[in-house]
């Protein structure tokens, strides 16, 4: 079983007690594996903070391009974040913006994780 504060010391809150869950029955290779390309691709919440603040200085939706969502930053672009609207929903909700995200980065980790170490015992390295 992995240590989860081990792997991921910088997990918080809801984001860790998900991991851990995904984490618990993994082996010390794979919970390095998982730790070493979740850690590269998830997104750090006070970043989104900074990037949907910026959108207050005609720089709106450049935090929907860094979550995947191209369409919504296009959108927060051409009108101003939504007249603004938009900027400031996603600036109270900036921690659900970063969990969800980061939820879906987890899961893509554990298939690719799940590839290279298939449960039969074999690795495939």
């Known amino acids: 079983m992995a240590n989860v504060l081990r792997h991921l010391p910088e ?7 998900y991991i851990q869950g995904l984490m618990k029955n993994m082996d010390e290779d ?23 603040l910026l959108g207050f200085f005609g720089f709106a939706g450049l935090h929907r391009f860094i979550l995947g969502q191209v369409g919504l930053g296009i959108l927060y ?13 996603d600036l109270v909700n900036y921690k659900s913006l970063a969990y969800e995200f980061n939820i879906k980065v987890a ?13 039969s015992g074999s690795s495939s390295f």
């Open 11 to 17: 997990l918080e809150g809801m984001e860790l007690g």
């Open 30 to 52: 794979q919970a390095s594996l998982f730790a070493q390309v979740y850690r590269a691709r998830r997104k750090d919440s006070q970043m989104i903070l900074i990037l949907t």
């Open 77 to 89: 672009i051409l009108t101003l974040g939504l007249c603004f609207i938009g900027t400031i929903v």
């Open 107 to 119: 899961h893509e980790t554990m298939a690719m994780i799940s590839n290279n170490f298939p449960s």
